[in-house]
């Protein structure tokens, strides 16, 4: 099981600003390590959409916005769009498992 | 264009092998870490296992479900990943994907996110 933990779901109107919260511990997020978070469309491979905690890649809407505190990170989505209906990912590195971990998973929901 | 493309998924028997590759062009397949990652029917995305550029040590590392069972490997020669996966379980079904690195440099850190993933290839382990 993961050990970055991502409420199961979220939902909002188009236009409205979400958020979604990655809990880790003191042996991933805590130890310092990074966090990137993922989108992926039904049926397709994951796409990068934050690195770094907090970094856009080139093409990536600046709807979408990464940070980190402690031992969590969060990905706030603003203006809330239909095509933003996707499951979301953050992953990050464990230092006590030696290996990459990604977070549970959340679906967004566009109302 | 960086392109990985799977293959060598399928059904298999508790208990069977099964051989994946992962073809690599667009970069210098050499010089990259590459990675498994795959995601059982309608569940999240799980790390596998890593392997390391040669000139890196080309060590592996992989997750506790699979240690012992799964071994990855590279042809540099050929561009190629693959994932030996024996000993198979009805808990290994799922879409197994190969992806690599991309380093992202700001003004004080650089980052090594996975940026580039194939398009994934089903396996299916069941009797």
């Known amino acids: 099981q993961s050990v970055l933990t991502q409420p199961p779901s979220v939902s909002g109107a188009p236009g409205q600003r979400v958020t979604i919260s990655c809990t880790g511990s003191s042996s991933n997020i805590g130890a310092g390590y990074n966090v990137h978070w993922y989108q992926q469309l039904p049926g397709t491979a994951p796409k990068l959409l934050i690195y770094g905690n907090s970094n856009r890649p080139s093409g990536v809407p600046d709807r979408f916005s990464g940070s980190k505190s402690g031992t969590s990170a969060s990905l706030a989505i603003t203006g809330l769009q239909a095509e933003d209906e996707a499951d979301y990912y953050c992953q990050s590195y464990d230092s006590s498992l030696s290996g990459y971990v990604f977070g549970t998973g959340t679906k967004v929901t566009v109302l | 264009e960086v392109q990985l493309v799977e293959s060598g998924g399928g059904l298999v028997k508790p208990g069977g092998s099964l051989r994946l590759s992962c073809a690599a062009s667009?970069?210098?397949?050499?010089?990259?870490?590459m990675s498994w990652v795959r995601q059982a029917p309608g569940k999240g995305l799980e790390w596998v296992g890593r392997i390391k550029s040669k000139t890196d040590g080309g060590t592996t590392d992989y997750a506790a479900p699979v240690k012992g069972r799964f071994t990855i490997s590279r042809d540099d020669s050929k561009n190629t990943l693959y994932l030996q996966m024996n000993s198979l379980k009805t808990e290994d079904t799922a879409v197994y994907y190969c992806?690599?690195?991309?380093?992202?440099?700001?003004?004080?850190?650089?980052?090594?996110?996975?940026?580039?993933w194939g398009q994934g290839t089903l396996v299916t382990v069941s009797s």
């Open positions: 667009g970069f210098t397949f050499s010089n990259a870490w």
């Open positions: 992806t690599t690195r991309r380093k992202y440099c700001s003004s004080t850190s650089c980052y090594f996110p996975f940026d580039y």
